[in-house]
């Protein structure tokens, strides 16, 4: 299980606990809530009523005086009240009163009057002083059967001389018990798919975080150059920093070892016969071959400083991350222009340039090393094309990149070559005099790539030579200009 679900289910888990705990908790809250309401306005009618009928009570005319006219007329009332969702029609209000020894005077049913109540909570703990109540079922099978009654004792002159009991049918709350405890469950339903909803986007948000480190990490590991993400969270950013930190500390390590190996081995050969040469001209001899073995030395130091400048060169473009000094740049103008400085050279082999190039191209782009590697793209083709042949220069734009493909005329680069090219100091000998290169102008080539955001290919013409392909973004990434 990777770390993105376990931190989607355990934060699903625990926020889906909470929403179940605290819809659980209400809903077990919410019946007894009700309840209580209801007991606390049964409590105010007793009591009000316990005030209207205390005369007629104590003068014995409660069933022919206007208490009884005033509940018959009630129990035949139609109202039509709109209790939010419910539409109330019919009374069902319950009332019955009772002397100072729990005998039923008046029932509000008609059907209990004369029995002994003395016994019920309502009226025993009334008659003696206390707040009397009780819930009974009138059916003992039947849950939604029971009914609340409140009682209020009755005073004339401050003598208790009855109970009033005030009865109302739990049955009349239980829509609102329904219908709020559907409103939790479907609330609650919403809350756990926001839940859900929140745990995707906060899980995405830090496992994207992560797949940046992940892909920086594989970058690296695969020779590229990428730049530190740039990460939100202080402690991945810190993170960041320290694995780029551990990766420069690395590659210089590395570096500085590989370039010492690389530039002794490529200067013994010259320096070896820069020494025999120089023992040889102790001797003496004719001043033809003098001059021969002088031409020689030079030829040799010539080739060092080549060497030695264009590892330099190298050296400073394999450690850019990115653009130090980015700018626009008419690219077409530049091949022109570099076309043109080297037509006298061309002009000597016969070899012409034929240039199919869109104008008015610009390219963000590091002006010096952009020149450097356009320039040793065109040195590599006029090296091998043949006497009389043509470099074809062509260009395109196609979502955002633009490549510029160098086709010469010459024997194109065998297959066990293909994979190296690109490789430092190997080099290939030229077709008209066997002589090598130092082998670092196409490696500097795909170092100012890399560096661009793009990428340089070298591969067989279909018909004859060699296609050189160099693709560079119009715009790199993350760039300001």
Known sequence: MNLSVRIFLGYFVLVGFAIWFVMRTFSAELVPGMRQSLEEVLVDTANLLAELVAEEVDQRRLQSGHFADAMASFAERRIDARIWFLRKRDPNLIVYITDAKGIVLYDSRGRDVGKDYSQWNDVLLTLRGKYGARTTREDEKDDFSSVMYVAAPIYRHDELIGVVTVGKPSVTVQPFVESATRNIKEKGVLMILAALAVGIIITYWLSMSIRKLTAYARAVRDGERPSVPRLREKELAQLADAMDAMR????????VENYLHILTHEMKSPLAAIRGTAELLDEEMPLADRQRFIANIRSEANRLHQVVEQLLQLAVVEKQQGLSNPESVDVTAMIEELCEARQWRAEQDGIRFELDLRQGVRLVAERFLLRQALGNLIDNAIDFSPRGGTIRFADRVHE??????????????????????????????????????????????REVAQVHGGEVQLANAPRQGAVATLSLPIKPKNDPV
């Open 400 to 445: 955002g990149v633009w490549s510029l493909s160098i086709t010469d005329q010459g024997p194109g680069v065998p297959e066990y070559a293909l994979d190296r090219v690109f490789e430092r100091f190997y080099s290939l000998p030229r077709p008209a005099t066997d002589a090598r290169s130092s082998g670092l102008g196409l490696s500097f080539v």
């Open 248 to 255: 420069r500390e690395l590659e210089g390590k590395d570096y």
